[in-house]
T-cell receptor
Framework: NAGVTQTPKFQVLKTGQSMTLQCAQD?????MYWYRQDPGMGLRLIYY???????DKGEVPNGYNVSRLNKREFSLRLESAAPSQTSVYFC?????????????FGDGTRLSIL | GDSVTQMEGPVTLSEEAFLTINCTYT??????LFWYVQYPGEGLQLLLK?????DKGSNKGFEATYRKETTSFHLEKGSVQVSDSAVYFC????????????FGKGTRLHILP
């Protein structure tokens, strides 16, 4: 009963390095999301994908890129990491065509940029 | 645009105390409303939801009633336990198919034994 799986769980990078955060869901959901969570800021949407083949910017997209590889997978890439991107990153997915469908979250990736 | 406002924490209570975490929202029409819980080191989990006015969502002893007249969805529990210590997020999702979920900033709850 995996749900939403994120890898890695922890990562430390140096400023300027690049990396890709991976996310996969096994619930056949159409929509997938990337959030960052910072103390006192709640969750902020970075990018989302309403369906396979589409992606859109959220509230804080600068410094990030995404790829919806297929229906299951949605990756987040940091091309040149900055200390301001130190955060906990959550991937989520939701299914159905109605507004009462909740989002299902992964356990997060804790990313530190030195 | 749509928004969610919830009481700031942290909230500290003794075990078996009554809990209320306030949540109010701004939205057009009748959005769906949610409470999520986040335990330390984990992602958010859906706690309960309500999809229309006067609906009551409930789960694990927690309840919240969708109040259209006051645009509120307050979370309550009659007797909290130490294991309820977590961060609680109120959220809404609008009527349109492409609407995203809007989260409040979260309320941290500490329960003392």
């Amino acid at each position: 009963n995996a749900g939403v799986t994120q890898t890695p769980k922890f990562q430390v990078l140096k400023t300027g390095q690049s990396m890709t955060l991976q996310c996969a869901q096994d619930m056949n959901h159409n929509s997938m999301y990337w959030y960052r969570q910072d103390p006192g800021m709640g969750l902020r949407l970075i990018y989302y994908s309403a369906s396979e083949g589409t992606t859109d910017k959220g509230e804080v997209p600068n410094g990030y890129n995404v790829s919806r590889l297929n229906k299951r997978e949605f990756s987040l890439r940091l091309e040149s990491a900055a200390p301001s991107q130190t955060s906990v990153y959550f991937c989520a997915s939701s299914g159905g065509q109605t507004s009462n469908q909740p989002q299902h979250f992964g356990d997060g990736t804790r990313l530190s940029i030195l | 645009g749509d928004s969610v406002t919830q009481m700031e924490g942290p909230v500290t209570l003794s075990e078996e105390a009554f809990l209320t975490i306030n949540c109010t929202y701004t939205a057009t029409g009748y959005p769906s409303l949610f409470w999520y819980v986040q335990y330390p080191g984990e992602g958010l989990q859906l706690l309960l939801k309500a999809t229309k006015a006067d609906d009551k969502g409930s789960n694990k002893g927690f309840e919240a009633t969708y109040r259209k007249e006051t645009t509120s969805f307050h979370l309550e529990k009659g007797s909290v336990q130490v294991s309820d210590s977590a961060v609680y997020f109120c959220a809404l999702r609008g009527l349109n198919r492409d609407d995203k979920i809007i989260f409040g900033k979260g309320t941290r709850l500490h329960i003392l034994p």
